[in-house]
């Protein structure tokens, strides 16, 4: 079965930088779109992050323009996120998701928080 | 793209719980719907209106016209209590927009 993990989260200060990756199994990784979602505590959900499945195009939340950069390494099976001159306002937990039909998000990892704090 | 939906919904055990979400001409466009239960990810419960990915039950259903797409759950059960949010695209590699959410509490 599809599995994704996502790991790299933890506390960090503001203005620092972090790279989150997410470890896919069980689908062919080389031929799948995927997508970054992240989620403050205690609020919905916030679309971050696009890729296609040669990386050449990205998309990003204007939240996220000039901040975030979204990468793959298909020889991996990874998707890495990489944010950089963290804020407070950064702090969720950012879930990685396939593409799937009619624009959905058909998999999804358990989630690595980002907590931004000094 | 804005989506609206009502922050909490609340139903009977055994009832149908329809939860809506708003957006101009919404009707033209797919809407997919998720289930967060706390402290877990997000799970597709209905993609492209109405269709449901393999393992959801049939208890779950979407419909979409004019400026509101709607979730119905019916026969609810005290597991179905969690968080339910809509979704749409902006187009192929674009962006996704999700609703506010919704607090389906199942009384």
């Known amino acids: 079965q599809v599995q994704l993990v996502e790991s790299g989260g933890g506390v960090v200060q503001p203005g620092r930088s972090l790279r989150l990756s997410c470890a896919a199994s069980?689908?062919?990784?080389?031929?799948?779109?995927m997508h970054w979602v992240r989620q403050p505590p205690g609020k919905g959900l916030e679309w971050v992050a696009f890729?296609?499945?040669?990386?050449?195009?990205?998309r990003y939340a204007d939240s996220a323009v000039g901040r975030f950069i979204v990468s793959r390494d298909n020889s991996k099976n990874t998707l890495y996120l990489q944010i950089n001159s963290l804020t407070v306002g950064d702090t969720a937990v950012y879930y990685c998701?396939?593409?799937?039909?009619?624009?959905?998000?058909?998999?999804w990892g358990q989630g690595t928080l980002v907590t931004v704090s000094s | 793209y804005v989506l609206t939906q009502p922050p909490s919904v609340s139903v009977a055990p055994g009832q149908t719980a329809r939860i809506t979400c708003g957006g101009p001409s919404i009707e033209t466009i797919a809407v997919n719907w998720y289930q967060q239960k706390p402290g877990q990810a997000p799970v597709l419960v209905i993609y492209?209106?109405?269709d449901r990915p393999s393992g959801i039950p049939e208890r779950f259903s979407g419909s979409n016209s004019g400026n509101t797409a709607s979730l119905a759950i019916s026969g609810v059960e005290a597991g179905d209590e969690a968080d339910y949010y809509c979704q749409v695209s902006g187009g192929s590699g674009g962006p996704r927009f999700f609703g506010g959410g919704t607090k389906l509490t199942v009384l």
């Open positions: 890729i296609s499945k040669d990386g050449q195009t990205k």
């Open positions: 069980g689908l062919t990784f080389s031929d799948s779109y």
């Open positions: 492209s209106d109405g």
């Open positions: 998701a396939t593409d799937g039909e009619a624009g959905s998000l058909d998999y």
